[in-house]
Each structure stands twice: as structure tokens, then as C-alpha cells.
């Protein structure tokens, strides 16, 4: 698919401040950007822009600064590096002040040097400024420095600073519900990531290293046109699964072993986010098996009960009661399901939440809870279901056919008017499935 047609339009960035200044009384809120950051000597990280400025902007370089004034004949002012021609010979080209007026949709635009002349001209009027102090040291000094001009001010008529609110309560709850354009990025996101699992299954045999899945799963993210993951690759063969942030992938796989990938492609800044475990032979022990299936179960659960009104913490507690169960009839665990869950003697083998939210970020925005309990769904909003078990060194009491298996399955959940729609489900899961899969590429 062309990645132009699939790009988030100018439309659907103005649409954005335009309800985040409506949700606002008053006031102007300011915005910054993320900034170069410097990896050794001359040479920068790979810049990505930080996630809620992209939201409301669409523009990627660093060291601008938004302001939004609703009511303003300009309600909409950026500040950007200006054009160079040096620069651009050496690192490509800029927007410069031209570029942000027009194709941005800025009404007026200034170089970012400017920013200690013109911001507080552009705040002058406002006793309100919404903006997220410690986002940014310059734009807080100058803020700071307002604050106190405008207080000295005050016998001479200056409009003194009476509020400085924190938009990000605002910016997040916007983010949790995604639109159409945002759902088709993710969906396009999560069709990128389903064919690099599919070349991450038919690559994977004992003697392949860990980082040569990796790579045979990763060409097919940047062939697709992602250019770059939402989070580090983790493949993790045998025991290294137990470890559920691994990112070595530097071990070789042997023949007994499972293989454990957590990946996601990026696409338009919205990143999937999919776990998938097989056995790196073609066929699950039956101890593998039986730890699969009770993962399988609890996250087939979690999932049908994801919709509308469901607390965000009882899809948690779904698929925990299943893991538990399972692990009571493997022998593992004693005494009844209720009472494990409520002292939480399951987590030696299964240690994190079952969802997260997914978006712009692969831990996106917004609460979980609030001063009234747990998030309760809501159509628009996108969540991981991923419940696991290892069994690592953590896990004392493991039988021995048990020890160094680790499994996670992990889909990425739409919430729908009527329930949810997995949209993650092209990519294999159920362990026949699996099986004839890697069996096929031998």
C-alpha cells in the first residue's frame, strides 16, 4: 500500500487542536518537541519525534515549540530551525519558517532563536498558560521568567500569571480514543508485523541464531515501509524467554527449544505490538503443550471479555483466574483459584499486567485508573491482551520438565460498539497452526 495514501492528513492534525482548544477555557497552551540526542561524539540517535507533539502537529524535527491561542487571529504560531542550505547538504533538507506556514498549517511561524523574544509577546494577553512544566528547560525558563516580569508588572497594568496548567491530562484522554485514520495506521502497522513473523517462522531452526530471526523479521518491517521498530526486537529461544524484556537475541537456538518474539512495526508513528511462541522444531513437548494451551486459554478469555464497560483491571483478572486453574491442574500451585488471585501466589509465574495501551507509543498514554477505580472501556480505545508463564529461576517450585519454558501470546485488541475486534488475528496462534507452519519450512 502507497504510504502516502495511508499518512495521517492535515485535516486530522487540525481537527486535533481544535478540540484540545475547545477542551480548554481560555488561556494558550504551549508545546514542545523533542531535541537531538546525542549518541557519541558527532553522532545522534535516530530522531523520533515525541509522540504527543507529532499528534497535534505533524511535524517531525526537533527543537520546535508549538502555541495555540484560541480566539487569536493566529491561533496557531510554530517555532522551527530555519532553513540552512549547510545543513542541508550535509543532513537533508529543513521545513524552515516557510515550510511550517502553509503545508503545516501554521498561521504564522518564527526560527526557534526567536523564541525568547516572541513567546512572551504571543502570551501577553493570557492569565492561563497550559503547558507541561519540565518539558522542556528553555520553554520553562521562559515561562518562569514571564511569571516574574509580569508579577513585577502588575502596579503598571501588566496582566498577571494566575494559572499554569499541565495539558497533558487533556492531550492523553484524546490519544486513548482513536479515530478511523488512527485505527487503518495501526491496522497497517500490525499487517507489516504479520509478515515479519511469518519470515521470523520459516527462518527459525536449531543452529540459527537468535539475531538472524531477528533480522529476517526485521527486513520485512523496512521492505513494507516501516522505518523503524515501535520498541527493541525481543527473540528470546529457550530459557531466555523467562527474562521478559530480553534484547541480547545474540544466543543460538537448539532443537528442544521454544522461541519467544515480542516485536511490533512502525508505520505513520503507530506501532504494533504481537508476541508469538513456537517450537523452533516443529513440535511442542508435551510438557510445552501443556503450558501453551493454558496460555492460549487465558488470552482467548481475556479477550472475548473485552468490550464496552468492562473495567480495564477485570480483563487482568480474567485471564489470571485461567492461568491459575491451569497451573493448579499441572500440579504447580495448590489450594483454590480465588484465594491465589487475591494473595497473588501466581506471581512467581506470571509477573505482568495482561494489557497495556497501544498507540502513537507501544505503552501509549492515559490512566489506567482514576479517582473513581479502574478505566472502563470505551469504543476507540486499543489494548494489548497478553497473558504468559515462565518458569525461571524465580519459579522455585517448577517440576523439572517445567524449568526454562517461558510463553507470552500477544494481540493488539480493538474496543467496538457491539465488543472488540482483534486486529492482530492474521498472525497464527493456535499450536497445530504453529506446528504444520515451521514443519513446512523444513
Given at each position: 500500500?502507497?504510504?502516502?495514501?495511508?499518512?495521517?492528513?492535515?485535516?486530522?492534525?487540525?481537527?486535533?487542536?481544535?478540540?484540545?482548544?475547545?477542551?480548554?477555557?481560555?488561556?494558550?497552551?504551549?508545546?514542545?518537541?523533542?531535541?537531538?540526542?546525542?549518541?557519541?561524539?558527532?553522532?545522534?540517535?535516530?530522531?523520533?519525534?515525541?509522540?504527543?507533539?507529532?499528534?497535534l502537529?505533524?511535524?517531525?524535527?526537533?527543537?520546535?515549540?508549538?502555541?495555540l491561542?484560541?480566539?487569536?487571529?493566529?491561533?496557531?504560531t510554530?517555532f522551527?530551525?530555519?532553513?540552512?542550505?549547510?545543513?542541508?547538504?550535509?543532513m537533508?533538507?529543513?521545513?524552515g519558517?516557510?515550510?511550517?506556514?502553509?503545508?503545516?498549517?501554521?498561521?504564522?511561524?518564527y526560527?526557534?532563536?526567536?523564541?525568547?523574544a516572541?513567546?512572551?509577546?504571543?502570551?501577553?494577553?493570557?492569565?492561563?498558560?497550559?503547558?507541561?512544566?519540565?518539558s522542556?528547560?528553555?520553554?520553562?525558563?521562559?515561562?518562569?521568567?514571564?511569571?516574574?516580569?509580569?508579577?513585577?508588572?502588575?502596579q503598571?497594568?501588566?496582566?498577571?500569571?494566575?494559572?499554569?496548567?499541565?495539558?497533558?491530562?487533556?492531550?492523553?484522554?484524546m490519544?486513548?480514543?482513536?479515530?478511523?485514520?488512527?485505527?487503518?495506521?495501526?491496522?497497517?502497522?500490525?499487517?507489516?508485523?504479520?509478515?515479519?513473523?511469518?519470515?521470523?517462522m520459516?527462518?527459525?531452526?536449531?543452529?540459527?541464531a537468535?539475531?538472524?530471526?531477528?533480522?529476517?523479521?526485521?527486513r520485512s518491517?523496512?521492505?513494507?515501509g516501516?522505518?523503524?521498530?515501535?520498541?527493541?526486537?525481543?527473540?528470546?529461544?529457550?530459557?531466555?524467554?523467562?527474562?521478559?524484556?530480553?534484547?541480547?537475541?545474540?544466543?543460538?537456538?537448539?532443537?528442544?527449544?521454544?522461541?519467544?518474539?515480542?516485536?511490533?512495526?512502525e508505520?505513520?508513528?503507530?506501532?504494533?505490538?504481537?508476541t508469538?511462541?513456537?517450537?523452533?522444531?516443529?513440535?511442542?513437548?508435551?510438557?510445552?503443550?501443556?503450558?501453551?494451551?493454558?496460555?492460549?486459554?487465558?488470552q482467548?478469555?481475556?479477550?472475548?471479555?473485552v468490550?464496552?464497560?468492562?473495567?480495564?483491571?477485570?480483563?487482568?483478572?480474567?485471564?489470571?483466574?485461567?492461568?491459575?486453574?491451569?497451573?493448579?491442574?499441572?500440579g504447580i500451585?495448590?489450594?483454590?483459584?480465588?484465594?491465589?488471585?487475591?494473595?497473588?501466589?501466581?506471581?512467581?509465574?506470571?509477573?505482568?499486567?495482561?494489557?497495556?495501551?497501544?498507540?502513537?507509543?507501544?505503552?501509549?498514554?492515559?490512566?489506567?485508573?482514576?479517582?473513581?477505580?479502574?478505566?472502563?472501556?470505551?469504543?476507540?480505545?486499543v489494548?494489548?491482551?497478553?497473558?504468559?508463564?515462565?518458569?525461571?529461576?524465580?519459579?522455585?517450585?517448577?517440576p523439572?520438565?517445567?524449568?526454562?519454558?517461558?510463553?507470552?501470546?500477544?494481540?493488539?485488541?480493538?474496543?467496538?460498539?457491539?465488543?472488540?475486534?482483534?486486529?492482530?488475528?492474521?498472525?497464527?496462534?493456535?499450536?497445530?497452526?504453529?506446528?504444520?507452519?515451521?514443519?513446512?519450512?523444513r
Amino acid at each position: 500500500m502507497n504510504a502516502a495514501r495511508m499518512a495521517t492528513q492535515p485535516q486530522e492534525f487540525r481537527s486535533r487542536r481544535r478540540r484540545l482548544m475547545d477542551s480548554l477555557t481560555g488561556g494558550a497552551i504551549v508545546i514542545a518537541a523533542g531535541h537531538d540526542s546525542p549518541r557519541n561524539n558527532d553522532v545522534d540517535h535516530q530522531y523520533r519525534q515525541e509522540s504527543s507533539f507529532w499528534y497535534l502537529t505533524g511535524f517531525d524535527e526537533p527543537d520546535a515549540v508549538a502555541v495555540l491561542r484560541p480566539g487569536s487571529t493566529t491561533p496557531y504560531t510554530l517555532f522551527v530551525r530555519p532553513y540552512d542550505p549547510t545543513f542541508e547538504i550535509w543532513m537533508g533538507r529543513r521545513a524552515g519558517v516557510r515550510g511550517a506556514v502553509g503545508p503545516l498549517g501554521a498561521n504564522a511561524a518564527y526560527p526557534v532563536e526567536q523564541l525568547d523574544a516572541q513567546l512572551p509577546r504571543l502570551l501577553a494577553e493570557c492569565d492561563t498558560i497550559y503547558y507541561a512544566l519540565g518539558s522542556d528547560d528553555r520553554v520553562d525558563g521562559i515561562i518562569s521568567g514571564l511569571v516574574k516580569q509580569r508579577r513585577r508588572m502588575a502596579q503598571r497594568g501588566a496582566k498577571s500569571v494566575r494559572r499554569i496548567e499541565d495539558p497533558t491530562a487533556q492531550i492523553d484522554a484524546m490519544r486513548q480514543v482513536k479515530s478511523d485514520d488512527e485505527i487503518a495506521l495501526l491496522q497497517r502497522a500490525i499487517d507489516i508485523t504479520a509478515v515479519g513473523f511469518e519470515a521470523a517462522m520459516q527462518t527459525a531452526a536449531p543452529g540459527i541464531a537468535e539475531y538472524e530471526v531477528q533480522a529476517a523479521m526485521e527486513r520485512s518491517f523496512r521492505h513494507l515501509g516501516s522505518p523503524r521498530n515501535g520498541y527493541p526486537s525481543i527473540v528470546a529461544g529457550g530459557s531466555n524467554a523467562c527474562v521478559l524484556h530480553y534484547v541480547r537475541n545474540e544466543e543460538t537456538l537448539g532443537p528442544e527449544d521454544l522461541l519467544l518474539i515480542d516485536a511490533g512495526a512502525e508505520y505513520g508513528y503507530y506501532t504494533a505490538d504481537v508476541t508469538r511462541t513456537w517450537p523452533v522444531s516443529g513440535e511442542f513437548t508435551p510438557a510445552q503443550r501443556a503450558v501453551y494451551d493454558i496460555v492460549l486459554d487465558s488470552q482467548k478469555k481475556a479477550i472475548d471479555a473485552v468490550k464496552p464497560g468492562v473495567g480495564f483491571d477485570d480483563v487482568h483478572r480474567v485471564a489470571t483466574r485461567v492461568l491459575i486453574q491451569g497451573l493448579i491442574d499441572l500440579g504447580i500451585m495448590k489450594g483454590e483459584v480465588e484465594q491465589n488471585l487475591s494473595d497473588a501466589a501466581y506471581r512467581d509465574y506470571y509477573m505482568h499486567a495482561t494489557s497495556h495501551w497501544l498507540g502513537l507509543d507501544v505503552h501509549d498514554c492515559g490512566p489506567y485508573r482514576d479517582d473513581k477505580g479502574q478505566i472502563r472501556l470505551r469504543p476507540g480505545m486499543v489494548l494489548t491482551i497478553e497473558p504468559g508463564l515462565y518458569f525461571g529461576p524465580q519459579a522455585k517450585q517448577t517440576p523439572e520438565e517445567y524449568r526454562g519454558i517461558g510463553i507470552r501470546i500477544e494481540d493488539d485488541v480493538l474496543v467496538t460498539e457491539d465488543g472488540c475486534r482483534v486486529l492482530s488475528e492474521a498472525i497464527p496462534k493456535e499450536p497445530d497452526e504453529l506446528e504444520a507452519i515451521v514443519m513446512d519450512a523444513r
